[in-house]
């Protein structure tokens, strides 16, 4: 039976956490305004909030910590965006996918990532 150790999992815990709160503080209002497009739009979110989904994909991919995390977890992401490529009228089908890349992320080597770099002008 595998275990972590405390420090294994709190490490990991603030790898997620770190780029999560980096998502929200640099990239809040794309990510709200993707989320409400695709809640309105179940069946066609994925041709009618494309725009706001780019818009994300170029906020968070400009910060250090999440070129890591999607750089050393490309495959789990690939397969979460074929997912829901594939699935576009079940987004919710894809919640294994989201996992697998979320345990990946969660594994990730930060140490040496600037987590705070200063924010670029836009």
Not at 4 to 20: D, G, I, L, V
């Amino acid at each position: 039976m595998y275990t972590r150790s405390a420090s294994s999992f709190e490490t990991s815990k603030s790898n997620m956490q770190a780029a999560m709160d980096i998502t929200a503080k640099y990239c809040r209002k794309e990510i709200e305004a993707y989320g409400s497009c695709v809640a309105s739009n179940p069946s066609t979110w994925q041709q009618k909030c494309y725009e706001l989904k780019m818009k994300v994909a170029q906020c968070t991919s400009s910060h250090p910590v999440i070129q890591k995390i999607r750089q050393d977890c490309t495959k789990e992401f690939v397969e979460f965006e074929r997912c829901l490529r594939e699935k576009q009228d079940q987004p919710t089908s894809c919640s294994p996918h989201v996992a697998r890349f979320l345990g990946c992320a969660e594994t990730v080597d930060l140490s040496g990532v600037a987590t705070n770099p200063v924010p670029q002008p836009s």
